[in-house]
């Protein structure tokens, strides 16, 4: 089987049973932790049940989509490998199909220590639009508003990582002569002394799933939440490492 069949066999997998069953569960478990009933019943059985325990009788739920997403990645790198030495597919259609490539691999990340220098989240973020082709060269235009310099203690690479996602995505979706917005702002949730606004200048325009999912995984892996509203994505930043998982709003 020559390398771009095999490759879009693989997506069509992807876009098919396995990532449908894959969003599906996550979305299934947030929405079970942000239950009020299971609110309640954790409450009740925090003081009786060690974090340990939680964590392992969680983590053989969430083995079988890691390896899944791990065994996607690894089969989609070695066609694309040989696509780009045959330099046959336009050069757009092979960009994007590097992106899917770098989200499955940044959907097996998982939790490091925090770094022990806090990191401006501003820092990151300009870090990450220089990544992204259409904010480099000004064909997608981006406004900045800096009211909030606060440091914070993530991971730099996993943080820089979930902003792109969020910047490449939204900067599809405003297009060649579109625009972004970009906010850091004090938070207003206690504990999140640092909230960012990114907003797509199209209005009624969402971040696609694949892309959502990454930004969600990483975000919360360094303690933080993401929120969705319509064009406008907030994202809410901790000042120190995330002792448990934080459950979003979408």
Do not use: C, Y
Not at 42 to 61: C, F, G, I, N
Not at 105 to 128: G, H, K, N, S
Not at 213 to 220: D, K, W
């Amino acid at each position: 089987m020559d390398p771009l069949s095999l490759l879009f066999g693989l997506l069509g997998f992807l876009a098919g049973g396995g990532f449908a069953w894959l969003v599906l569960r996550r979305r299934a478990t947030l929405v079970a932790v942000d239950s009020p009933v299971q609110r309640e019943l954790t409450e009740e059985r925090k003081p009786l049940t060690p974090v340990r325990e939680v964590a392992a009788e969680r983590e053989p739920d969430r083995a079988p989509p890691r390896h899944l997403v791990s065994l996607i990645g690894d089969a989609i790198r070695e066609p694309l490998s040989q696509l780009r030495r045959s330099g046959e597919v336009p050069g757009e259609a092979l960009a994007r199909l590097e992106r899917i490539a770098w989200q499955m691999r940044m959907l097996v990340t998982r939790p490091r220590p925090m770094r022990a220098a806090p990191t401006a989240p501003i820092a990151l973020l300009q870090e990450a639009a220089e990544q992204i082709p259409l904010l480099r060269d000004g064909s997608v235009g981006a406004s900045w508003s800096v009211l909030n310099r606060q440091p914070v203690h993530v991971d730099p690479e996993r943080m820089r990582a979930a902003f792109r996602a969020l910047l490449e995505s939204g900067a599809d979706l405003a297009g060649v002569g579109g625009r972004i917005g970009i906010k850091i702002l004090r938070g207003d949730v206690p504990g999140f002394p640092v909230q960012i606004e990114i907003e797509i200048g199209r209005r009624g325009t969402e971040l696609d799933a694949l892309s959502m999912l990454v930004t969600r995984h990483l975000i919360e892996s360094q303690g933080g939440r993401i929120e969705i509203d319509g064009n406008l994505t907030r994202v809410s930043l901790r000042n120190a490492g995330p002792e448990e998982q934080i459950a979003s709003v979408a």
